[in-house]
T-cell receptor, first 111, second 115 residues
Framework: QQPVQSPQAVILREGEDAVINCSSS?????VHWYRQKHGEAPVFLMI?????EQKGHEKISASFNEKKQQSSLYLTASQLSYSGTYFC????????????FGKGTKLTVNP | DSGVTQTPKHLITATGQRVTLRCSPR?????VYWYQQSLDQGLQFLIQ???????AKGNILERFSAQQFPDLHSELNLSSLELGDSALYFC??????????????FGNGTRLTVT
């Protein structure tokens, strides 16, 4: 039931773009995205609820394809502050409301 | 600052012992979630409470238990501790019983080291 994230790690130079994917074997009701910096608590980025919905947060946006049971997080023109581990959390349809997180994608942005 | 308070920040104890981790949710939030984060394991969902009642359970061991009190703070009790229980334990809160319509706000975690 744990969503699968890919890639496991990404290394970028400042200004480059990245895509992080999150997929589930079960029908999804919602997808959350969080970023965690080393030694800190995860911080909320965005929630996607509807199929095909796309949301944005500064230069970070995400899409949710309900039919394919997957979501993608897009980071454009990356900044040093984007470094951290990105987690997707999913709630499945007919589930018990628990939010289950993937293992995370470690993003490193170098100057 | 997320508004979620976890105590203690660090806990070092021996195998076989019992510990209690405490969480105070953000003001107005009725839901409390507990997650365990071990190295390379991501955030493992343990249990969720809403307004004092258990709402969802994850892969929580029988040695672990939790409760949410009338003032909405929550405690996670870990007993018969093993080396493998060493991890960062996060508490998160939200206003609603489900996670769909509201983000989770995480506390800074309690780092448990079992020696």
């Amino acid at each position: 039931q744990q969503p699968v994230q890919s890639p496991q790690a990404v290394i970028l130079r400042e200004g480059e773009d990245a895509v992080i994917n999150c997929s589930s074997s079960k029908a999804l009701y919602s997808v959350h995205w969080y970023r965690q910096k080393h030694g800190e608590a995860p911080v909320f980025l965005m929630i996607l609820l509807k199929g095909g919905e796309q949301k944005g947060h500064e230069k970070i946006s995400a899409s949710f394809n309900e039919k394919k049971q997957q979501s993608s997080l897009y980071l454009t023109a990356s900044q040093l502050s984007y470094s951290g581990t990105y987690f997707c959390g999913t709630e499945t349809r007919g589930g018990s409301e628990k939010l289950v997180f993937g293992k995370g994608t470690k993003l490193t942005v170098n100057p | 600052d997320s508004g979620v308070t976890q105590t203690p920040k660090h806990l070092i104890t021996a195998t076989g012992q019992r510990v209690t981790l405490r969480c105070s949710p953000r003001s107005g939030d009725l839901s409390v979630y507990w997650y365990q984060q071990s190295l390379d394991q991501g955030l493992q969902f343990l249990i969720q409470y809403y307004n004092g009642e258990e709402r969802a359970k994850g892969n929580i061991l029988e040695r672990f238990s939790a409760q949410q009190f009338p003032d909405l703070h929550s405690e996670l009790n870990l007993s018969s501790l093993e080396l493998g229980d060493s991890a960062l334990y996060f508490c998160a809160s939200s206003p609603f019983p489900g996670g769909t319509n509201s983000p989770l706000h995480f506390g800074n975690g309690t780092r448990l080291t079992v020696t």
